[in-house]
């Protein structure tokens, strides 16, 4: 059974949300495979993976949908799966938002609350609440295509909080955004998610929509969580080589442990290169073994080999500056290893004569605690 739980003093509290060993198959294809987590109240909890997955369907279910093969899903307490999805009290934010443009913005918020009966004098006070905590007091009259991006976002989301769901779904509701606004609206959101104080449930293939936003962050592949935790200790604490490879950037080798003792593991890589690990993530590693090796790019220390050596770390060598990815302070060196392989690492440029440049010779040193290692 794949089980997946939060680890902290949060889950005294009460679960807006629990799944209970759900399955979804669609003939032959097992969808999600017995995935089982719950969400504390007023989190803001991401689902995480690569497209196919499982994850929009698992969210289908949670809003009804579709209906888990098994399982269980209940909302405050109660089970779902019996009702429908008008009569959970659970809202979407698609991808496209789905506004509608026929009506203005006030229109827009008030059409659930019209839907299901309030009277005119409770809509005008909660459109008014709502409008002021996604800091747009002024808009309720303009039409849906007066506002840039980001407003149509808050407005998508407004539309949903005024009818003060348990939980609210978003299904990549940045993706169609240009990148300067996706960055925004990421600081946007948890800034939103604070201010309702309700449970936001993020669907997403973009690690950093995920890690930045995040209370917790579920990582899924193929139907089943590989691992839950805060963004921090995804990224630092991986507890399978997919979740290191997927969360962050690395460099990755295919190798073996050649020799370990009570430090450690002695590891060569396919291609031949010799490094040192301290790290055997959740499992068991002896010598003989295959494995994965990562190691990130800001882990590693990379100088002109000219230049003396400071405390680098255990694991060494030599190589070439391919090129240099200039991005200010994200700025990365690709280098030319010595058997041929491209490592990356992370670099300041200054714009200085001592910035590194395609063509020097450099030593890559990083330390083995940062040589994240698991059995293949």
Known sequence: MNTATLTDSALETAYDLECSNIHKSFGSVRA????????????????????????TTLMRMIAGFEDPTSGDIQIKGKSVLNTPPNKRNVKMVFQHL????????????????????????????????????????????????????G???????????????????????????D????EAMKIELKLLQHQFN????????????????????????????????????????PQTSFVAGFVGDSNRWAGRVVAEDASGFRLETDAGLVM??????????SAGQNVSIFVRPEFIKARKTSTPSAD???????????????????????????????????VVVTGGADDLRAGDDVTLEWSAAQTMCFAA
């Open 98 to 149: 789905a506004l509608f443009p026929m009506m203005n913005v006030y229109e827009n918020i008030a059409y659930g609350l019209r839907c299901v009966g309030t009277d005119k004098a409770e809509i005008d006070r909660k459109v008014k609440d709502v409008l002021d905590r996604i800091a747009l007091p002024d808009v309720a009259n303009r039409e849906i295509h007066q506002l840039s991006g």
């Open 312 to 346: 680098g770390g255990e694991n060494s060598l030599q190589g070439r500056v391919d090129s240099v990815l200039f991005n200010g302070a994200n700025s990365r060196v690709l280098v030319r290893g010595p058997v041929g392989e491209l490592i990356e690492a992370d």
């Open 276 to 285: 040192t690990s301290v790290r055997a993530v959740g499992q068991r590693i």
């Open 32 to 55: 999600v495979d017995d995935v089982s987590f719950t969400i504390p109240k007023g989190s803001f909890f991401s689902i995480l993976g690569p497209s196919g997955c499982g994850k």
């Open 179 to 182: 990148l300067k606004l996706r």
């Open 198 to 237: 309700t449970t936001f449930i993020y669907i997403t293939h973009d690690q950093s929509e995920a890690l930045v936003m995040s209370d917790h962050v579920a990582i899924m592949n193929e139907g089943r969580f590989e691992q839950i935790g805060r963004p921090e200790d995804l990224y630092h604490n």
């Open 151 to 177: 407003q149509k976002q808050r407005i998508a989301i407004a539309r949903c909080m005024v009818m003060d769901p348990d939980v609210l779904l978003l299904d990549e509701p940045l993706g169609a955004l």
